[in-house]
């Protein structure tokens, strides 16, 4: 599942249609699920989704486009959920658009036991981050527990003795691209400015 529903107010313009070499960002999250095998595929659309699905080569991924984008990443995560729940998949692999440094290497490290108890993240010298494997059982409770900016952190802090760290150390970085800095440092360009259309407009202080 890729999470691409952010409209990028700090750095600009919507992460999903940022660019690095030549493809948007979605299209690169997406080429990295497919690589590491995943499947189905969702991806989580919100800000400029009618854009983004002119602009950028979907393929076969499913796409789900989250209404609720402005509240913040808890809402993407549990539209992506809902979407997969009518499907067979045992465990799903999270990750967000806007991590470049994210490889398909550190995709199959962290999916190798996709069992509908799993729940894995991604290590960077200790550190905890996406991507993540969250197996079919916890889906509701992930679901519920899911506000705001936090995705699935709630509830993997609540069940961290069931929680597997798998380091990605060599195959991925976990930088994001929150600023024009981090845009510059990663290679990536952002879309000229366009007018937001009235529900794209992003509540005050919040970091999309």
Known sequence: ???????????????????????????????????????????????????????????????????????????????????????????????????????????????ALPYPDALVCASYAGRRDHPMLLGRRHWPGISTLAKVDVGARPYLLAHRSEVVDVSVDGVATDADIDTPADAVLWGVTIPAPRRPLPDEAAPPGHAA
Not at 70 to 78: A, I, K, M
């Open 1 to 111: 599942m890729l999470l691409a529903a952010g409209g990028g107010r700090r750095v600009g313009g919507p992460k999903a249609l940022l660019r690095q070499g030549g493809r948007t960002l979605v299209e690169r999250g997406l080429g990295v699920l497919r690589e590491a095998d995943c499947a189905p595929v969702v991806v989580v659309l919100g800000a400029a989704a009618d854009e983004v699905r002119r602009e950028a080569d979907l393929g076969d991924a499913t796409v789900v486009v989250n209404g609720e984008w402005t509240s913040g990443l808890g809402s993407s995560v549990r539209a992506g959920l809902a979407a997969l729940a009518g499907t067979a998949a045992e465990a799903v692999v999270v990750l967000p658009v806007d991590m470049p440094g994210v490889s398909a290497a550190a995709v199959r490290r962290v999916a």
